[in-house]
């Protein structure tokens, strides 16, 4: 798990806070958002692994990109 935080979550933290603190994200913790969002991506990308799609597919890749920045950024 510390690897994970240490590659994947910290950066990603550190991105979404950054994003609040020039009022660019609306997330109340950077922590639980960096979780969700990691969350999402692996299992939007491990169901379309199990169905056989290309999860290297550049439109599937910008598609859920959009998808989960949508999901923080303020309105």
Avoid: H, Y
């Avoid at 910290?10 to 950054?18: G, I, S, T, V, Y």
């Avoid at 991506?41 to 859920?64: N, S, V």
């Amino acid at each position: 798990m510390a690897a994970k935080d240490a590659k994947l979550a910290a950066p990603l933290r550190k991105l979404l806070d950054a994003g609040v603190g020039t009022d660019q994200f609306t997330i109340n913790d950077s922590r639980d958002a960096a979780n969700a969002i990691l969350g999402a991506a692996l299992i939007a990308t491990l169901t379309r692994w199990e169905d056989g799609r290309d999860t290297q597919e550049p439109e599937f890749q910008q598609a859920l990109t959009d998808q989960l920045v949508r999901s923080v950024v303020r309105a």
